[in-house]
């Protein structure tokens, strides 16, 4: 049996390389419209398993990523928490940045927060980055939160490059730890 890499450890969380068992509830997760309220659409099947294949080979690489998120109480794989290098060009990047994705069910009991300052502990302690960043749209209030409530300080907001012209999503709030 497949065991993977363990790398964070909170009260509640497991934070680890991702398995084959959290392909279907995180495509079931990708395809729904709460939880990807925030991004230009759903995603596919093909394109969540080629995002997994991208996060895995990151982890891979790095030693860090988006790391798969485990439930300790009862070993059930939530969604995401960890940290990536984005793709666009933009007067922050290159940068590192922490990101989460949870599944609906586990929304509003702190797993993000409890998720994301492990995340940023690890990025700042063990993996030395001398800064990390969060963005989300302007109108993804929730995700803000968990931004203050990990000690982020807000930097602004700016338009994000990879989102259309006169689309909703194109302003984004940008924090930063150091």
Known sequence: MFTPQVFIETPRLILRQWKASDH????????????????PSVLSREETLAQIERISNHITQYGYGLFALERKDNHKFIGFTGLSHPSFESHFTPCVEIGWRLSRANWD????????????????????????????????VRSEQVMVKTGMVKQGVFDHPLIEDGDILKQHVLYKIS
């Open 109 to 140: 009991q702190g797993f993000a927060t409890e998720a994301a300052k492990a995340c940023l502990d690890y990025g700042l302690h063990t993996v030395k980055l001398g800064e990390i960043y969060s963005f989300t749209s302007v109108y993804n």
């Open 24 to 39: 279907e509830p995180y495509i079931k997760l990708n395809r729904d419209t709460n939880v990807m309220e925030f991004f």
